[in-house]
C-alpha cells in the first residue's frame, strides 16, 4: 500500500499539532533513534474501515518496509500507532531520518504555526509572516479543511446564534425581573418623586440592580461553563465523523459576551425602571 | 407667603372634569390652614397644585413671590425637595427601610452631610415622640405612629411649608388626635406654615384658618 511518510521534530510537533495525546498504542517519537516510525491506525489496520487500504494490523514492535519514491529503502520499528478524528494515515519518522532520506539538511518542506488568536487577528499574522518572507506560500488552518470547513463555519454559525439567543434571553429575564419589581413599587417611586427624589436617582438603582443580576448571571455562567460543562467536554468530547469536538473558547469571546450581556442588562433595567419611573405623580401614588 | 391667582385644573377626557375653576388665596407664613369642603370639591387637586406635583391648567402659584409653575419639571423636584414637605394619606413610607432612615432619605437626597443628617434625623423622630423607635420598620408602627415619622421625614429639610393631604384619614381617634395635636404644635412652637386637606369638621379646632371648596371654586374662608 501506499503512505505519506513525514518527518518532524517531536518536541516542536508537541507545541502545535500534540500527535502524541493521540497514541491508541505504543508511544510517541521521542526523536532519539531513526529506525522507529509511528503510523497513523488507518495505515496500520485494525482499527476500523480504512479508506485506502491498510496494512493488515500491524502491531507496536513490528517491522514495516518503507519503499520510498528515490528508490531508498527503510526498514522501520513500529515504536506507536495514532488515531486522530480525520484520516489516521500517516506515516511519522523523525526530522533527522527524512533528512538523510531525501540527502537534505535543516529544512522542511511544511511548518505548522500555532498562534495566539487573543494577541492577534489570524490575518493580521499572516501580513507580518509575508513582509518576512514574501515568498513563502501560506494557508490558514481553514484552508486546510477542505470539505470539512461549511461544518466548521456551520458550527460558528450555530455558536453565535445560540450566544445571541442567550443575550436575548436573559435581557427578557431581567426584563420581567426589573419591570415587576418598579410595578409593584410604583406608589413607593411616587413618594419618593413627590419628596423630591430626582427620577433619575431611581433609575439608576434599578441599573445597578440589573447589572447586580447581570454579574450573577455571567458569574453563575463562568463556572458552568468553565468549571462543569468545559472540562466534561474535554474529556468527553462529541463524537463527529470529522473528529473529536469540545468547547473552545478565546478571551475575545468571552470578552464579547460579557460585554453584550451587560449591555443587554443595562437596558434591560433602564427601559422599565424608566417607564415607572417618568409616571405622573398622582397616578402613581393612586391619587387620581 | 403662598399666593394664588386664578387657579383652574381640568383634566381631560370624553367628558372633562373641571376640578377647579378659579381659586385665589393667600396664605402667610406660620399659618395652619385646612382646606376642607365635600368629595370632588377640589381640596385635594388644590394641594396637588401647591404642592408642584400636579400642573394647573391656568392661574400661578407664588411661593415667597417665586412664579413656580415657571420652573422647569427638573427645578420644580428640586424647589418639592429643598422647601416643600409632604405628609400623605397613607403607606408612604419605604417599608425596607427603618424609621431612622427613611427620615433621613431627603437630606440625603439632599446632599447633606452624613453625621449631620443621621442626628438631625434622630432630633426629629424625637421631636414627633418617637426618639425610641429609630431603629423600627414601619410594618412594626402603628398607624399613628407612621404618619408621625412621615412628618419627622416631611420636616427634615426644614420646609417653607409642609403639605399634608388627610393624614389622619386612616387613622382610629386617638392616633388622629396625636398627630393633629403634633401638627398643631409644630405649627406654634416651630412657626412652621401647615396646609391640610380634611373633611374631619372637628380639625377645624387645630388650624388658625379653614379655606372652604364647593364645586372647585372658593366658598368661603373661616377664621
Known sequence: ?288 | MIKVENLKKTYPGKVPTFALKGVSLQVVNGEFVAIMGRSGAGKSTLLHQLGLIDKPTEGEIFIDKVNVLELSDAQKTGFRLQHLGYVFQEHALIAEMTALENVYLPALAFGDNHNHYKKRAAEMLKTVDLGHRLDHYPDELSGGEQQRVAVARALINKPKILFADEPVANLDTDSSKVVLELLQKLNKEMKQTIIMVTHEPEDKKYVNRVIWLKDGLLEKIED
Open chain 1, 1 to 288: 500500500m501506499s503512505a505519506r511518510i513525514v518527518g518532524i521534530d517531536p518536541d516542536e510537533e508537541n507545541k502545535v499539532l500534540k500527535l502524541a495525546d493521540h497514541m491508541v498504542s505504543g508511544e510517541y517519537l521521542d526523536g532519539i533513534n531513526s529506525d522507529e516510525i509511528v503510523l497513523g491506525a488507518d495505515t496500520a489496520g485494525g482499527y476500523g474501515e480504512a479508506p485506502e487500504g491498510d496494512l493488515g494490523g500491524v502491531k507496536v514492535g513490528d517491522e514495516v518496509q518503507v519503499n520510498y519514491s528515490n528508490t531508498i529503502t527503510r526498514i522501520y520499528k513500529v515504536k506507536g500507532i495514532y488515531k486522530i478524528g480525520f484520516y489516521s494515515g500517516l506515516g511519522i519518522i523523525s526530522s533527522q531520518e527524512a533528512e538523510s532520506i531525501l540527502s537534505v539538511h535543516d529544512s522542511a518542506s511544511q511548518i505548522f504555526v500555532k498562534v495566539n488568536l487573543d494577541q492577534d487577528t489570524i490575518d493580521n499574522y499572516l501580513e507580518s509572516v509575508k513582509g518576512i518572507a514574501p515568498n513563502l506560500e501560506m494557508r490558514k488552518y481553514s484552508d486546510l479543511l477542505g470539505e470539512e470547513e461549511p461544518i466548521i463555519t456551520a458550527l460558528d454559525a450555530i455558536a453565535l446564534v445560540v450566544s445571541a439567543v442567550s443575550v436575548v434571553v436573559a435581557a427578557i429575564t431581567i426584563f420581567a425581573l426589573i419591570y415587576v419589581n418598579a410595578y409593584s413599587k410604583r406608589r413607593q417611586i411616587g413618594i419618593l418623586k413627590a419628596i423630591g427624589i430626582k427620577q433619575r436617582v431611581t433609575v439608576y438603582s434599578y441599573i445597578f440592580q440589573s447589572i447586580f443580576y447581570t454579574l450573577c448571571g455571567i458569574i453563575v455562567g463562568s463556572v458552568l461553563v468553565f468549571l462543569l460543562i468545559g472540562p466534561f467536554f474535554e474529556s468527553h468530547p462529541l463524537e463527529l465523523p470529522m473528529g473529536d469536538v469540545s468547547l473552545a473558547f478565546s478571551s475575545v469571546m468571552i470578552f464579547v459576551s460579557i460585554l453584550s450581556l451587560l449591555v443587554a442588562g443595562i437596558l434591560a433595567g433602564l427601559i422599565p425602571s424608566w417607564r415607572v419611573a417618568k409616571q405622573n405623580i398622582l397616578k402613581a401614588i393612586g391619587r387620581v
